[in-house]
T-cell receptor, first 113, second 116 residues
């Protein structure tokens, strides 16, 4: 069964801290994504990666960076956490085989205090 | 640029009643369309998807959706809702075959409330 695992369900961090959100997929997919979900705004794409060590900015990359050292792992980094980064973060892995289908992790609810 | 509009932020339906959630999209090529459901505190689960062929697609949990190209719509339906259907529903449009790996574009979601 397809699986995308996010390392934490809930995180509380202090303003200014460097925060790492980890995501691992077991499907051997090339493409992985980080979305942010906020009430009334839906899902917004932060960054994505289509190969190891490759990354592309999404719609809202400011304040974030990513790392993809291995195919199965895609990390989202908040360089200096701020309260406006309090949100639900969703990782997705996607297959392209004539179509696109995304598989999501359970999400990490991050609170920055 | 592609976009998805879900006109209803909240919908309240009585248990056992029928349901229709609206989705309109804007896309420059043949769309690939999806409906996802999110239960409280959970990730997104795929309900159904449309790529080509029959415009009425069946999904899990008794849901179906109809693709109408002339109306740029992909509405989700269920003949009789259950209390467990209370959740957030997202419509999404995907890249076309041969397009870039820029993921899916999501609507802002519709929050479904089930009344006893």
């Amino acid at each position: 069964d397809v699986k995308v695992t996010q390392s934490s369900r809930y995180l509380v961090k202090r303003t200014g801290e460097k925060v790492f959100l980890e995501c691992v997929q077991d499907m051997d997919h090339e493409n992985m994504f980080w979305y942010r979900q906020d009430p009334g705004l839906g899902l917004r794409l932060i960054y994505f990666s289509y190969d190891v060590k490759m990354k592309e900015k999404g719609d809202i990359p400011e304040g974030y960076s990513v790392s993809r050292e291995k195919k199965e792992r895609f990390s989202l980094i908040l360089e200096s956490a701020s309260t406006n980064q309090t949100s639900m973060y969703l990782c997705a892995s996607m297959i392209y085989s004539g179509f696109a289908e995304a598989f999501f992790g359970q999400g990490t609810r991050l609170t920055v205090v | 640029a592609q976009s998805v509009t879900q006109p209803d932020i909240h919908i309240t339906v009585s248990e056992g009643a029928s349901l229709e959630l609206r989705c309109n999209y804007s896309y420059g090529a043949t769309p690939y369309l999806f409906w996802y459901v999110q239960s409280p505190g959970q990730g997104l689960q795929l309900l159904l998807k449309y790529f080509s062929g029959d415009t009425l697609v069946q999904g899990i949990k008794g849901f179906e959706a109809e693709f109408k190209r002339s109306q740029s719509s992909f509405n989700l339906r269920k003949p009789s809702v259950h209390w467990s259907d209370a959740a957030e529903y997202f419509c999404a449009v995907g890249p076309y075959l041969g397009g870039g790996a820029d993921g899916l574009t999501f609507g802002k979601g519709t929050h479904l409330i089930i009344q006893p």
